[in-house]
């Protein structure tokens, strides 16, 4: 995927840019248990390669046990972003 085609992506999806490169939900998101921020979605390049990638950061506060982790987005986490595209 192009740079360019994973800004579309997160913008087309409900997300904004509230920081250079680092995107967030603009619905409204109810936090998990020990989550204490939304998660953010943050666009970087593959090494060695000239690919993108959207990488998910997951705020937990210390001690408390987690469902989700920081990761790369699965190709199944990419369809249902495209799913949710408002055109």
């Known amino acids: 995927m192009t740079k360019l085609e994973a800004i579309r992506l ?24 020990g989550e204490y921020e939304q998660p953010d979605y943050h666009i970087r390049k593959i090494r060695g390669k000239d690919e993108y990638e959207i990488y998910m950061r997951v705020y937990y506060l210390p001690g408390t046990f987690t ?3 920081n990761h790369v987005l699965t190709q199944e986490e990419l369809w249902l972003l495209k799913e949710n595209i408002n055109e």
Request: contains cysteine; proline residues 4%; positive net charge.
């Open 10 to 33: 997160l913008l087309g999806s409900n997300h904004y840019e509230y920081k250079p490169n680092r995107y967030c939900s603009s619905r409204v998101y109810t936090l998990a248990h």
């Open 67 to 69: 469902n989700q982790t």
